[in-house]
């Protein structure tokens, strides 16, 4: 079975969009959707109508701390996330608001476990952006024996950490495109990058595929219209590095 990884969508549905698009011509059968559906963009309604639709056909979908801001956000919070949700949360109506907080924060199937952040405390919405991060990942795990792959969102980035013999893991950047061999000996750790908001110089969205029958991982990049994306932030009077960062990519 292929399935399809998204994560930090941010409210950008043309991302979105293009992102389901290419899984569907790509061939996954399923989706998973690993939280931050909300925040920064413009078209958060859009987005949720979505996901919600997506839901009802069986696809998993986590929460992101973005997605709890917009449920119960704190007034006068002045961190970038913070700054869009009180008008993220008046866009949004009772029903979608009730969907996103009732969002969990993990989600195990077999050997797989999906989660926004870490699973070192999901919660508190770590980083796993190094080796020792994505290590204390893959160390919660041991509650949960089995678990091979870990796949989490959160970063914006996409990359790749595994354990071998040892207890040290080892790192490296994926090639779009390219399927990358996850032999169930090792223990893995991905980041699938953002969907809706990539933060590498790259514009272009960012999703992953995981073939659970070859076990075999794909991290893509596609192109949308980011312009378009940018266009709406500015027309809802939001803050223009938001839309500033969609056309740089970071």
């Not at 007034?75 to 949004?92: E, F, I, P, V, Y």
Request: net charge negative; aromatic share 8%; glycine share 10%.
């Amino acid at each position: 079975m292929k399935l399809a990884l998204l994560s930090d969508i941010h409210s950008n549905v043309q991302a979105l969009d293009a992102c389901l698009e290419h899984a569907e011509a790509a061939g996954a059968q399923r989706f998973a959707l690993l939280g931050d559906l909300v925040g920064y963009g413009a078209d958060p309604v859009a987005v949720v109508q979505r996901v919600m639709q997506l839901a009802g056909d069986g696809a998993i979908v986590l929460k992101g701390n973005h997605d709890e801001m917009a449920v119960t956000p704190e007034g006068g919070n002045k961190t970038l996330g913070g700054s869009t949700a009180d008008w993220t949360h008046a866009q949004l109506d009772a029903q979608q608001r009730a969907f996103l907080d009732q969002l969990p924060m993990t989600h195990r199937e077999d050997a797989v476990l999906l989660v926004h952040a870490s699973v070192d405390s999901p919660e508190r919405w770590r980083y796993v952006d190094d080796e020792r991060s994505a290590g204390a990942s893959l160390d919660a795990c041991a509650e949960q024996p089995g678990v091979h792959y870990v796949f989490g969102g959160h970063v914006h980035q996409q990359m790749l950490y595994y354990r071998g013999t040892g207890r040290g893991l080892m790192k490296f950047a994926p090639t779009p495109g390219v399927a990358i061999p996850m032999p169930r000996h090792r223990q893995w750790v991905a980041t699938i990058g953002s969907v809706g908001q990539p933060r590498d110089g790259d514009p272009r969205a960012m999703y992953a595929m995981f073939d659970l029958s070859s076990a075999q991982v794909a991290f893509h990049r596609v192109p949308y219209d980011f312009q378009s994306a940018a266009a709406a932030i500015r027309a809802a009077g939001l803050p223009e590095f938001f839309a500033k960062r969609l056309e740089d990519g970071r």
